[in-house]
C-alpha cells in the first residue's frame, strides 16, 4: 500500500498545483480535505486531474471548520504526510479576524496538535508565506530569508484590515509552529514552504472572464496587462507555480537532519512594472490587436534570497518572463475557446 499524503487546500491555487503533481507520481495515494462535498466533487469533476486517471489512489473527506477541536481526527487516520496548503487568503470582503486570523492560526495549531496522537505520521509540510518573514513594513535593504522570525511586540486589538490580518498572522503561526516543535518534540518532522506571489497556468479555470476576475494571484498579474489592475503594492517576490508545487514535493521527500532546514524559500525578487515590457515583447501582435492593454501593479520592495532552497533541493527557480507568459498563453488559449480568439498562433 503507497503512503497516504493528506493534502488540505486543494481547491486553491496552490493545493490544486499539489495535487496535479502528487497524482503524477505513482509513489503516493491522497486524500484531500474540503469544507463541503460540492468541493469535492469540483476537484474530482476537473479536467486535469481526470485526464491523470487517479481512481481510487484519490480520495476527499469533508473538514467544514478546521478551527473546531478535533476537526482533523478522522482526516489523519493511516496518513504518512500532511500538505497544510489551506490557509486562507486576504480576499475583499472578508471578515480580517473570523475569515483570515483565526482560520490561519488554530487550523494549523489542532492539526499539530491531533497529529501527535497519530505515530504513522512522518512529516508535516505547512504552506506559509513571505510576509511571514518580512516585517510588516519590509525594509528593502535587509535581506530575510525564510529562516527569518519577526517577534511582534504585541498583536492589536482589532485589525485594521484584511492585509494586516494576514501579515500578522503568518508572521505569529511560524513562530507558533517553531514553539511547537520545541516544546513537544513530536515524532514527526514538519517543514515551511515561503512563497512569493504564485504565478503560472491555474488549472482550475475555464474561460477567460473567470481567468481575468479571479481574485488569486494569478488574476491579479492578468489584470495588470489587460486595462486594469490592483490599486495596492504587491510584495516584490514571486515563485512559479510549477515550482511551487515541485518544492513541496521535494521538501516532503527530504530525509530531516540536523542540519537540514525547516524553512524552504521559493522567492525570487521582482519589479511588477516589469510586466508590460514583457507582454510588449513577447505577445507584440496580442499587444496591438488591443486584446492585452497596459494596467497598473505596483511593487512594494523587498529584498529576499531562496537561493538555499534551489542548493538544497538542486533546482533553479524559473525566471519572472515564464510566469507571465504562461498567464498570458493561458488566457489567449481560454479566449480562443470561447469563440473570440480564432487565430492564435498569429497573435504571439
Not at 468541493?39 to 474530482?44: F, G, Q, R, T, V
Not at 513537544?184 to 504565478?199: L, N, R
Not at 511593487?299 to 529576499?304: D, E, G, S
Amino acid at each position: 500500500m503507497a503512503p497516504i499524503i493528506l493534502l488540505t487546500g486543494a481547491t486553491g491555487l496552490i493545493g490544486f498545483r499539489i495535487l496535479i503533481e502528487i497524482l503524477k507520481s505513482s509513489a503516493y495515494d491522497v486524500r484531500i480535505t474540503t469544507r463541503s462535498q460540492e468541493k469535492a466533487d469540483s476537484i474530482l469533476a476537473n479536467s486535469a486531474i481526470q485526464s491523470l486517471s487517479p481512481g481510487d489512489r484519490l480520495s476527499s473527506i469533508i473538514i467544514p471548520d478546521s478551527t473546531t477541536p478535533n476537526a482533523f481526527d478522522s482526516a489523519l487516520k493511516d496518513i504518512t504526510y500532511v500538505i497544510y496548503a489551506g490557509s486562507p487568503v486576504p480576499v475583499p470582503g472578508f471578515d480580517a479576524t473570523t475569515q483570515i486570523w483565526t482560520p490561519s492560526i488554530t487550523g494549523p495549531a489542532n492539526l499539530l496538535s491531533t497529529a501527535l496522537k497519530y505515530p504513522s505520521i512522518k512529516r508535516i509540510v505547512i504552506t506559509s508565506s513571505i510576509v511571514g518573514t518580512l516585517d510588516p513594513i519590509p525594509n528593502p535593504y535587509i535581506t530575510a530569508t525564510a529562516t527569518t522570525r519577526i517577534h511582534l511586540p504585541a498583536l492589536p486589538s482589532a485589525f485594521t484590515s484584511i492585509f494586516e490580518a494576514y501579515i500578522l498572522a503568518k508572521i505569529t503561526e511560524l513562530n507558533m509552529t517553531d514553539s511547537f516543535m520545541e516544546t513537544k518534540k513530536p515524532h514527526f518532522s514538519v517543514a515551511h514552504i515561503i512563497p512569493g506571489y504564485v504565478f503560472g497556468r491555474d488549472e482550475r479555470i475555464y474561460d477567460a472572464n473567470t481567468a481575468r476576475n479571479n481574485r488569486s494571484s494569478c488574476g491579479m498579474l492578468l489584470r495588470g496587462f489587460t486595462g486594469s489592475g490592483i490599486p495596492s503594492h504587491m510584495h516584490g517576490g514571486f515563485v512559479h507555480i510549477d515550482d511551487l508545487a515541485a518544492v513541496h514535493m521535494k521538501v516532503l521527500e527530504l530525509e530531516p537532519t540536523p542540519d537540514t532546514p525547516t524553512s524552504f524559500g521559493a522567492c525570487t525578487v521582482v519589479d511588477f512594472s516589469r510586466v508590460w515590457e514583457i507582454i510588449e515583447k513577447k505577445f507584440p501582435k496580442a499587444v496591438a490587436e488591443g486584446i492585452f492593454e497596459c494596467g497598473s501593479l505596483h511593487t512594494l520592495p523587498i529584498a529576499y534570497d531562496s537561493s538555499e532552497t534551489e542548493r538544497i533541493l538542486g533546482i533553479k527557480l524559473r525566471p519572472f518572463e515564464e510566469a507571465v507568459s504562461d498567464v498570458a498563453m493561458q488566457y489567449l488559449g481560454l479566449m480562443g475557446e470561447g469563440g473570440f480568439v480564432d487565430r492564435m498562433g498569429s497573435l504571439i
